[in-house]
């Protein structure tokens, strides 16, 4: 069976950071470390990705999920 580690992108900008993306990194890291996730992704902290009108933002793959929370983010890992 392949084994594939997903890339998750929260963006740490300042728009997204007055939307508590680092409260939903937070969250998400704690969601990740444990259940059926565990091992199977990485989250990378980025700065600006350009999308600061639909803040907090969260890139999944290749997917852009704008005015994230945590349920949408693992509602689409489940996706993917
Ligand atoms: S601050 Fe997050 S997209 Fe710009």
Do not use: W, Y
Request: aromatic content about 4%; overall charge positive.
């Amino acid at each position: 069976m392949e084994s594939r580690r997903r890339l998750i992108f929260v963006c740490e900008g300042s728009d997204c950071k007055k939307e508590d993306s680092k409260g939903l990194r937070k969250s998400l890291e704690k969601e990740l470390s444990s259940g059926e996730f565990k091992g199977q992704c990485k989250l990378i902290r980025t700065k600006c990705m350009d999308f600061c009108k639909s803040a907090p933002v969260v890139i999944i793959g290749d997917h852009v999920s704008k005015k994230t929370n945590l349920k949408k983010v693992i509602e689409q890992l489940k996706k993917s």
